[in-house]
């Protein structure tokens, strides 16, 4: 940060004139300061001033947004290096990251609608599925049987109400990006046993990489505004969800725990074994705070990891690693597990640490460049990050089935494929496979939208004895193509490939050119 000041001087960037009023002399640690606090008087008044632009509701709205950036622009000023010193980072004790087994192994007791009772499913539903080249939420992409992640979502917790006559609601996070869409679906739900609720992410400026002050002109989102605002990151749920009054009502109706994850990761259920663990916890040691791990594999290197740091169980980003050790990161073999983003925590400890300003996360500065060229920068934080702050937190290392995260189009394949059996709405491995790993998938640039793909695939190969498929360049699949072993399907540009129906491929290569043609 320091760095930063003084280069915006030294390429003589706009900033307000310094005053040393009040300032002792000390060289370098008076001048940072004298720059943060004109910095941060600069920004507070931009923010005046956007606010000037907005009436009535949307005013109190965007105060309540900029309080919270405020803070965490205020933070970002005071950053004085790598969030981490390596050398304090040691593995977690044993007894701070159960295996799953071993909470499996306890019986579970007849009153589990009690605990459910005390249970609200989150789902973060704040992503667009622009990645997957749809317009709207990325929750409302269809991933099986024309279900979308939504539908699966509110099919998994009516079959829990339903089953233990349970009142289990859902809360979704939305963003200003995926709001107006989302309310409009919800009233196909309205027969369903789930109650709904939503509440909005925060909105918060971006800012300007050279001045630090907002891109912004007025409130409004459109126009030149269309790019200039951002949702910060899952870490904002905890101010939002307590600023929305929502958390104050469920705690009013008994609800004590939230079961929190990405609504595209179609291995989040919730998991009755993990439930009745945190609520049979003793009331001195209750547990606030679980959050689920994995094993890791080479394709998580970048997944973030618990550590023990400072007497605290503590989440470890890639950003947050000093250069110089990030190959020791990404190493499976020193850190082991990573954050599935599976996390339950309890309302009440969410409460407790919003009134005290005790909710700790590390800022994550992502750069991005607008449409026009403009480079900006925005600050967000992760919800996992918060766990050093929770009393008793936990890690479960979990199977690798309650991770099933639907990024790109090839794990779209995979969850839509014979894999997978679907019931109730939840996604299990077929019992027909023989191998409980999860092939490797990796579709070429003609696959990379969602509309493309359905057009290259008549159907869906079968795909239980798969290990590996690659596939690149110009090419469809016929109806019952069976994919076994190792498959390698490569179209040279300006070359197209037509893999007929019925074909059988087992640990081929296919590459050149080869067209079926009606006649």
């Not at 001048?31 to 923010?47: C, D, G, I, K």
């Not at 046993?193 to 939503?198: A, D, G, L």
């Not at 904002?236 to 009054?245: E, T």
């Amino acid at each position: 940060m320091y760095y930063l000041l003084l280069q915006l001087y030294d390429r003589g960037t706009k900033l307000p004139p310094l005053s040393f009023k009040g300032v002792p002399n000390g060289g370098m640690a008076q001048f940072q300061e004298v720059m943060r606090q004109q910095l941060e008087t600069s920004m507070h008044a931009e923010l005046e001033k956007l606010l000037d632009t907005a009436t009535g509701v949307d005013k109190e709205v965007s105060r309540k947004d900029f309080d919270g950036f405020k803070k965490l622009f205020h933070r970002f000023l005071q950053v004085k290096g790598p969030s981490v010193d390596w050398p304090k980072i040691h593995r977690p004790p044993e007894d701070s990251i159960q295996p799953y087994d071993k909470i499996a192994a306890r019986p579970l007791p007849d009153s589990l609608a009690d605990s459910l009772n005390k249970l609200v499913v989150v789902k973060l539903n704040g992503g667009l599925g622009t990645s997957m080249g749809c317009k709207g939420p990325k929750s409302l992409i269809s991933v099986r049987n024309e279900n979308t992640f939504l539908d699966l979502t509110v099919q998994q917790i009516e079959h829990l109400n339903k089953k233990y006559n349970t009142d289990v609601p859902l809360v979704l996070m939305n963003s200003f990006n995926t709001d107006e869409d989302t309310k409009k679906i919800l009233q196909k739900y309205t027969h369903h046993r789930v109650k709904i609720h939503t509440f909005n992410q925060s909105r918060y400026p971006r800012i300007n990489k050279e001045s630090l002050l907002p891109v912004a002109t007025d409130i409004g989102m459109t126009g030149e505004n269309a790019d200039v605002w951002y949702p910060p990151g899952h870490g904002d749920i905890y101010a939002s969800f307590y600023n929305s009054g929502l958390l104050d009502q469920l705690i009013t109706e008994g609800k004590e725990y939230i079961f929190v994850s990405n609504i595209d990761n179609l291995g989040a259920t919730v998991d009755l074994n993990i439930l009745h663990h945190l609520v049979s916890q003793p009331n001195g040691k209750r547990c606030e705070f679980i959050m689920e791990v994995t094993d890791k594999t080479r394709a998580d290197v970048k997944g973030g990891t618990l550590i023990q740091y400072d007497n605290k169980l503590r989440l470890l980003e890639i950003a947050q690693v000093p250069k110089a050790h990030v190959d020791e990161f990404k190493s499976v073999t020193k850190f082991k597990i990573f954050n599935t983003n599976n996390l339950w925590i309890s309302l009440g400890a969410i409460k407790r640490l919003q009134e005290q300003n005790a909710m700790d996360m590390e800022i994550i500065v992502n750069p991005k460049t607008l449409d026009g060229g403009q480079n900006v920068i925005q600050l967000e934080t992760a919800v996992g990050a918060a766990i050093k702050s929770f009393d008793n937190a936990l890690g479960i290392n979990v199977p690798r089935s309650r991770f099933l995260p639907v990024k790109t189009v090839s794990d779209l394949l995979l969850v839509m494929s014979n894999l997978y059996s679907l019931e109730a709405g939840s996604l299990t491995m077929s019992q027909k496979r023989e191998f409980p790993t999860t092939p490797h998938v990796k579709l070429g640039s003609s696959f990379t939208k969602v509309q493309e793909y359905q057009t290259r695939f008549e159907s869906i190969p079968d795909m239980l004895e798969l290990d590996h498929l690659t596939v690149s360049g110009d090419v469809t699949f016929g109806k019952q193509v069976s994919l076994k072993g190792t498959v390698i399907i490569i179209a040279n540009h300006g070359d197209r490939i037509d893999i007929p129906a019925g074909t059988i491929l087992e640990n081929k290569i296919v590459s050149g050119n080869l067209r079926i043609l009606d006649h």
